[in-house]
């Protein structure tokens, strides 16, 4: 179903040469590193990164997070990239010249990456009003912080209960924030609206300015008294328990992805517009997610000198008969407990209103987190002007980018009216998390399970025989989600304290833990002898050019799309008069694919084909039962209905573009047909060109 027929293969080739004609390059490799950086660079690094370390007892959080970013992250980050670079096509396009059926998962990271701004954009317009009220003699926010935002984003107004019915609330608008939101997409359109010649200038200044500010917030907040407790309680804090809960690894998972920002369409979209042969792949790879890493460590330091010297300020507000450890443990849950918009828009403005000039810290802080969030929020925007001018349309029209741009960013701004309501923040939330824990998560499997399992299938069918190919790829799948399914069923639902005592509800919990470690032990075990089986079965059933035990084992359950971009990427650094061409599973090519940081070495097949996919479709699976069973954040089922819908139409989009292909072509040129009903037709009918 997926091999590629001769006139599919010619027909995505021309695509592909009509796109290349006139397309824009970077006008320099450090223009797209410094703008992939800003993409991954963004508010998450300033307030949620530092805030999931501290909640996760310090530094064991950074166990999970360097083990995801290393094995789950970065090869889908390069495999991003070299998608991007070698078919020089946005997510959609990119997937689907290695297979007209896949275009739909790059469809769904578009769409995901595009609904992500909208609300995006309403957090930089809340910076944008704190910025411009920095200005102000007496700064609105200096003198209580907690109610100034409580009064800004309306959450005296909101209406929710759990039982209520589905409604905006009082249909309080927010006209500060529509003001904001204005501001925000008139910022987009001219940062991007000349495509990436614009984007390079506009990078150069934001990228580096915010690094300059939080490297002088960490100097100024150095000196200010309860400064090394914060970091204590950043960093150096130790709590190993929290290794064992199973919430650290999702958690860590979800920040590298929005952190990287993979899976959204934008790594793509900005390495379409690399050249082919001069791009060192592997080490931009290393150098975006090494620096977004970097800016996120340095970035909670600025943020928890402030915080520690806020929580001293706490603990001395009281007699000095009065500290006693319960005092110090509620200033210190005041403060670093807090996250997300309440740490950036309460807590540091809180700690900032205590400094001599807090007009000049404030204009600095807003200002740094303006220009962080813009350089993501425009790279957002940008996947769905690459997809408009990827597409046939935009092949067939050829607008000029600006004539993309604009509607988009006009839609854009309409969409965002919805977080301008007094129960704005509450969709924000939900939406937030359907995309991210669901539809993300969801997006990087089903971007591993292209580039693992589907691309170059047509060579697994020539080695190894057709039938052998679809038994082994099925089973793994179907006896993976069996496995899954398992380990999640059989502990049943997560304890909950209730009206239980604490010895009642510990001993509960002590039983679930139990009970979970025996599921996971089924699971793997319906797993691994469900993949030995299938294995065993394809093998014995196989035919096709392999000959040998070995070579039908590799054709069987090697990563051959993997390698094919692997071996481009490896092959452009080379000086091929000097170190020959570069080829796989040879001692010498690998050996220095190991040392060399301009290299894929051997592993990325694998962590792409099997270990990031199959745990990224386990994660799905966790995190939506951990959904089912507990409706998220207790907003009623009316309000949670609209996030479950951004990620049915996702699967959706998935789907119908895997059912029928050809939709996504022009009907006028490739069908053959002259009536309007007879194109429709075409295009509904479920097979490729």
Known sequence: WYQRRVRDVDIETKIQEDREKGRKEWDHPVSFVLAAVGAAVG?????????????FGGAPFLIPYFFILIFVGMPILGMELCIGTFYQAGDADAFGSMNPRLRGIGLASVFAGYTITFYYCIILAYACVYFVESFHKDIPWALDPANHFKVLSMEDKMDIAKDADWDFGEYTFNWKIFVGIIVVWILIFLSIFKGVKSTGWVVKFTVPLPLLIIVILIIRGAFLDGAGDGIENYLIKWDGSKLSDTNIWTRAIGQVFFSLGVCMGVMTSYSSHNSKTKTNVALCEKAISLSDTGIALLGGFAIYEILGHMTFKCIQSYAEGQRTDAVIAKCEESYYAMGGMGLAFIAYPEGLASLEAPQFWGIIFFGCLIMLGIDSAFSLAEVMVTFVKDCWVGLKLRPKTWMAVLPLCIIGWLAGLLYCFDNGMAYLDIIDNYLNNWGMVLVGALECFAVGWVYKIDEQYEKIGKPSVLIYNIGFVI???IGTILALAIPGDEPVKGELTTEEF???V????QSQAEALGIGLGVFFLGWILVTCVSLVISSGSASSFGSKLWALMGWHGVDDLRNKANNIVRDVSKDGVWKPYTLKMEFQALY??????????????YFSYGLLLVVTCMNIKSDIQKEYGDYPQDMLILGQLVFVFMVVLVLMVAIFPRIMYDPFKHSGKKSAMGRLTWMLTPKTL
């Open 43 to 55: 508010l998450g690094n300033v307030w949620r990164f530092p805030n999931l370390v501290s909640q």
């Open 479 to 481: 006896f993976l989600l």
């Open 506 to 508: 510990e001993k509960r």
């Open 510 to 513: 002590s039983d679930y833990g």
């Open 596 to 609: 060399r940081h301009d290299c894929f070495c051997i592993t990325f097949g694998f962590l792409i084909k």
